[in-house]
């Protein structure tokens, strides 16, 4: 007696399993929205692929994943022109399909074929889909979703280079400000991989948009919202204090419209974001090559601005001896060069 039609179905190799996500994908675009069952079944092929080829990279808790299937999966994805449906299926897939394939896309991502990461190789032929990801934070549906694959991304210098030289780079400052505060948080998130994990490609990126970016990011240190104001002024240490974006922070040090920014951060409400602008000013004031405008406004401004540092402390009654000599050498020199004014 048969027992056959007890048996499961072969599991899909990485070539049949791409196939079935593209073939799956490629259906739905032609069923009419009036095909109300077609489309749902159709949605539950592909939702279902999408589960099939997270348990082909992670494992289903009882049979571990191989890497050579893995592997296999990340070149056919690509042959298949998967990846490039998947994106732009997203507005429609499920709460669940979408945290599948964030899963697999970071996985998929490192994938390496004779020393070559496949979809690395798929993205910067196809670079229209990071600009893509980055129009979607517009969609708070997904937004998160693509904040998460864009992050993936932005892990390659060459992918992270081609977002901050796109014209999409500057949707970032706006996204930040955005009333929804997860999708903002994410924005940010992005914002602040895109500025950070490279410091060259970075430097790079600030010699040739110098004006363009300050003049946008000066608006995020001034917002009227205190997060951004405070995350981005922790930001603007992390990148400008980076040794590849020396020439950068030279640069900054020596304009008096920085200077006047970091002077009203230094009388912000908030204690945070006093002692965070205190570490960028403290350049301004450091700085052996001060400009002569920079001398005339430290001058100037030098009874308020002793004033502002001796009531200022690390906060919740701490010593900080660091800080306070830090904090010491500044006053000295601000009534240096404001001695040095009246003569």
Not at 3 to 31: H, V, Y
Not at 82 to 97: M, R, T
Not at 167 to 188: G, H, M, N, Q, R
Not at 253 to 266: C, N
């Amino acid at each position: 007696m048969s027992f056959s039609f007890f048996k499961q179905s072969r599991p899909k190799t990485p070539q049949e399993l791409a196939k079935a996500i593209k073939d799956s994908l490629m259906a739905i675009d032609n069923i009419t929205a009036a095909e109300v069952k077609s489309l749902e079944k159709g949605m539950e092929e592909v939702e279902k692929n999408i589960m099939t080829m997270r348990t082909m990279v992670s494992g289903d808790g009882e049979v571990e994943p191989s890497a050579d299937q893995i592997t296999q999966l990340a070149l056919e994805i690509c042959n298949e022109d998967a990846i490039s449906l998947l994106f732009h299926k997203l507005p429609i897939l499920g709460w669940e399909a979408r945290k599948n394939l964030v899963h697999c896309w970071s996985i998929l991502l490192k994938q390496k074929v004779d020393s070559v990461n496949c979809c690395e190789q798929y993205m910067e032929k196809h670079l229209e889909l990071l600009e893509f990801l980055v129009v979607c934070y517009d969609n708070k549906e997904i937004a998160l979703t693509c904040g998460h694959m864009l992050r993936e991304c932005i892990k390659f210098p060459t992918l992270s280079k081609y977002i901050l030289e796109s014209p999409c780079f500057e949707l970032f400052f706006k996204f930040i400000e955005l009333p929804t505060f997860d999708v903002a948080s994410d924005a940010f998130s992005t914002f602040k991989d895109l500025m950070t994990k490279h410091p060259t490609a970075v430097s790079e990126y600030l010699t040739t948009h110098y004006n363009e970016f300050f003049e946008l990011y000066e608006k995020l240190l001034t917002s009227a919202n205190y997060v951004t104001r405070r995350q981005s002024l922790k930001l603007l240490s992390d990148f400008l204090l980076e040794s590849p974006s020396t020439n950068i922070m030279k640069r900054y040090i020596g304009e008096v419209r920085h200077l006047k920014v970091m002077m009203t951060l230094l009388k912000d409400s908030s204690k945070n974001i006093q002692l965070s602008a205190f570490h960028i000013f403290k350049v301004f004031v450091a700085n052996p090559n001060k400009p002569r405008d920079i001398k005339l406004i430290l001058a100037k401004n030098h009874e308020k601005l002793l004033a502002l540092l001796q009531s200022l402390s690390p906060g919740k009654g701490a010593e900080d001896d660091q800080f306070e000599e830090e904090k010491e050498l500044i006053i000295k020199e601000i009534d240096r060069v404001h001695r040095l004014a009246e003569i």
